[in-house]
Nanobody
Framework: QVQLAESGGGSVQAGGSLRLSCAAS????????MAWFRQVPGREREGVAG????????VYHASVKGRFTISQDNADNTVYLQMNDLKPEDTATYYC????????????????????WGQGTQVTVSS
């Protein structure tokens, strides 16, 4: 089992920045792909960014490319999402997720491919 705990959400004005953290505990050696998703009420959960923690390959949703950066600290089993130039449409609950190996096509950022989820952290961007 793997436990994920997000932190770092909050409210910010458009153009501002936030950094989300996801601390993983438990059998983290088995969950190499990790990702951030977001969801607003009435809409499907959307993949924002992913990272393959062995090697550090990353993938981003087109809407955040160039503004968001996913990174890892293997010593602390923590994954970060640095969000810059935030826009009102980035407002959502953000979830950290991890996938058990083996997993195919982790980079597609499809929720069904991920096995563990955090409780979510709210990000609100005002115009």
């Amino acid at each position: 089992q793997v436990q994920l705990a997000e932190s770092g959400g909050g409210s910010v004005q458009a153009g501002g920045s936030l950094r989300l953290s996801c601390a993983a505990s438990g059998h983290t050696y088995s969950t190499v792909p990790m990702a951030w998703f977001r969801q607003v009420p009435g809409r499907e959960r959307e993949g924002v960014a992913g990272i393959y923690t062995y090697g550090g390959s990353t993938v981003y949703h087109a809407s955040v490319k160039g503004r968001f950066t996913i990174s890892q600290d293997n010593a602390d089993n923590t994954v970060y999402l640095q969000m810059n130039d935030l826009k009102p449409e980035d407002t959502a609950t953000y979830y950290c997720a991890a996938a058990n190996l083996p997993v195919e096509e982790w980079f597609l950022l499809e929720p069904g491919r991920y096995d563990y989820w955090g409780q979510g952290t709210q990000v609100t961007v005002s115009s």
